[in-house]
């Protein structure tokens, strides 16, 4: 247990539908990210929030957009997504982001596995 | 090509063996993740160096920033350590590697 926690685990959706997925952190961390793993893939890091601002959108399509309402929030709303947008989606959280060229400890959720139809 | 490639990409081995997995880049950087990923998804950060060595428990990390090389030891292996082992690094964003896949038999 980590402390981050991710609902649902499990998301199956049509193409038409609008889903959301969320990600709640209980460790007192400014800074959470979205992240995208496809199989046979390499993570992806997909947003970065920090004391609820977005810092990092890595040319994510607008099909997902993500919501930091606090600290210890994140969401990640989906429509009209596509097939080969079946991944595992993990969030994770950390104290606070750093500057570039500089990676800390990232406490991860245990990811909800999305399949689109 | 990946700016972060691991070695082997799979590797089994039996329990009480030493294991090293290798972690290359070919961008600057100044800090490295290990990362440990069990299957059903959840993952957990192992380590984050910078230089140096550093140990907890039976895992051992290194890294040499001009050799752009990173290492992963495990010592005394046990099936419990089969998971896959991911390495990142950070340069304009964070960067992963494809994974190492670990299976440890009794």
């Known amino acids: 247990e980590t402390g981050v926690t991710q609902t649902p685990r499990h998301l199956v959706m049509g193409m038409t539908n609008k889903k959301s997925l969320k990600c709640e952190q209980h460790l007192g961390h400014n800074a959470m990210y979205w992240y995208k793993q496809s199989a046979k893939k390499p993570l992806e890091l997909m947003f970065v929030?920090?004391?609820?601002?977005?810092?990092e959108n890595n040319s994510v399509p607008s099909r997902f957009s993500p919501e930091c309402p606090n600290s210890s929030h994140l969401f990640l709303h989906l429509h009209t997504l596509q097939p080969e947008d079946s991944a595992l989606y993990l969030c994770?959280?950390?104290?606070?982001?750093?500057?570039?060229?500089?990676?800390?400890?990232?406490?991860f959720g245990p990811g909800t596995r999305l399949l689109v139809l | 090509k990946n700016e972060v490639e691991q070695s082997p990409q799979n590797l089994t081995a039996q329990e009480g063996e030493f294991i090293t997995i290798n972690c290359s880049y070919s961008?600057?950087?100044?800090?490295l993740h290990w990362l440990q990923q069990h299957p059903g998804g959840g993952i957990v950060s192992l380590f984050m160096?910078?230089?140096g060595k550093k140990k907890h428990g039976r895992l051992i990390a290194t890294i040499n920033i001009q050799e752009k090389h990173s290492s992963l030891h495990i010592t005394a292996s046990h099936p419990r350590d089969s998971a896959v082992y991911i390495c990142a690094v950070r340069y304009r964003k964070l960067i992963f590697g494809t994974g190492t896949r670990l299976q440890v038999f009794p």
């Open positions: 994770a959280s950390s104290p606070r982001t750093s500057g570039r060229g500089f990676v800390e400890t990232q406490y």
């Open positions: 929030y920090n004391f609820k601002e977005q810092t």
């Open positions: 160096l910078s230089s």
């Open positions: 961008v600057g950087i100044s800090a």
